[in-house]
């Protein structure tokens, strides 16, 4: 499966942004879904996943409360909305999918396929 990810871009604090993920040559809900971010000089760490149906979702704590995942089966697409925005948010957003697993994963290593990337800045 390819994975293209859209919507970073340079906000204010406090401010939103929503990514999206769109997906392709495979089937879409054969996947569970993560967002991972990678901030400069530091390792990808995980921000949210979400299960191939949608109905169980999994936050890091520092996001949880401002940020929600969510997918679209019939679009091939999966979003994160990005509430109140924090310059320590600032990182390459990746996108990730693995096939369907009994729990969700939450580590990098875990998922097979990864998109490209977009930048998030937020600025103070």
């Known amino acids: 499966v390819q994975l293209q990810a859209s919507g970073g871009g340079l906000v204010q604090a406090g401010e939103s942004l929503r990514l999206s993920c769109a997906a392709s040559g495979g089937t879409f809900s054969s996947y569970d879904m993560g967002w991972f971010r990678q901030a400069p000089g530091k390792e990808r760490e995980f921000v949210a996943a979400?299960?191939?149906?949608?109905?169980?979702?999994s936050y890091a704590d520092s996001v949880k409360e401002r940020f929600t995942i969510s997918r679209d089966n019939a679009k091939n697409t999966v979003y994160l909305q990005m509430n109140s925005l924090k310059p320590e948010d600032t990182a390459v957003y990746y996108c990730?999918?693995?096939?369907?697993?009994?729990?969700?994963?939450?580590?990098?290593?875990?998922?097979?396929?990864w998109g490209q990337g977009t930048q998030v800045t937020v600025s103070s």
């Open positions: 979400i299960s191939w149906s949608g109905g169980r979702n």
């Open positions: 990730a999918a693995v096939g369907r697993m009994w729990k969700l994963s939450l580590g990098p290593a875990e998922y097979n396929y």
